[in-house]
């Protein structure tokens, strides 16, 4: 067996990137992002990749709290109306297809809150409040099609490949965002279980 880094080690190597990346997170974004949230109708989700996976499981967070959350795409997804929001996750907030999307959302007359480690992007333009969790991304040539080129070539640089570090730190954000609106809306652990899902 080759010799190579411990996961251990690897394992805490991440962790203290997301801290890093945490103490740079900025107050008003996240204060603005959670005042959306909570004025919205209703909250739509979307993110392409492992980005969406973890775009999904903020949904089914937001859920549990007792909002009404949807994922794009969904087949049970309704049409989106005027004083719904859009969370798109996006890390270079350029890959095509969540940004047509987004496009399309803000059109609609919904508001656009983008969770990203590029705030100057095609999405970030039209966003109406822009989360920034800054991290170490691969170049890529073409960032609007960065998700479909990784996917085909999997190449990478960093010690965590294809983006690993945004998403990670995404899905950590995400979850301390429900618990910032557990305490704001005062939702305790018994009700999120009431609602958690009981014929799977």
């Given amino acids: 067996m080759n010799e190579c880094i411990s996961v251990q ?26 005042s959306e949230i909570l004025n919205a109708n209703r909250i739509y989700v979307i993110g392409a990749g492992r980005s969406g996976l973890v775009a999904k499981a903020f949904a089914m967070r937001l859920m549990h709290l007792g909002l009404q959350s949807f994922v794009v795409g969904e087949t049970i997804t309704p049409s989106m109306k005027k004083g719904d929001m859009l969370v798109a996750f996006s890390g270079s907030g350029q890959t095509k297809t969540v940004a047509e999307l987004s496009e399309t959302a803000k059109a609609i007359g919904g508001k656009v809150c983008l969770v990203t480690s590029k705030k100057e992007s095609r999405i970030g333009k039209i966003a109406d409040n822009i989360v920034v969790l800054e991290s170490h991304r691969d ?25 690993t570090l945004f998403e990670t730190t995404a899905m950590v954000f995400a979850d301390a965002i429900i618990s910032a609106l557990m305490e704001i809306t005062h939702c305790d652990l018994d009700t999120l279980r009431d609602r958690h899902a009981n014929i799977e």
Wanted: proline letters at 2%; aromatic letters at 6%; glycine letters at 8%.
């Fill in 139 to 163: 170049q890529v040539k073409d960032e609007s099609a960065e998700f479909e080129i990784r996917q085909m070539k999997g190449e990478h640089k960093s010690f965590a490949p294809m983006g």
């Fill in 9 to 34: 080690e690897m394992m805490r190597l991440m962790g203290r990137r997301v801290i890093s990346t945490a103490d740079l997170i900025s107050d008003s974004e996240v204060q603005g992002f959670i």
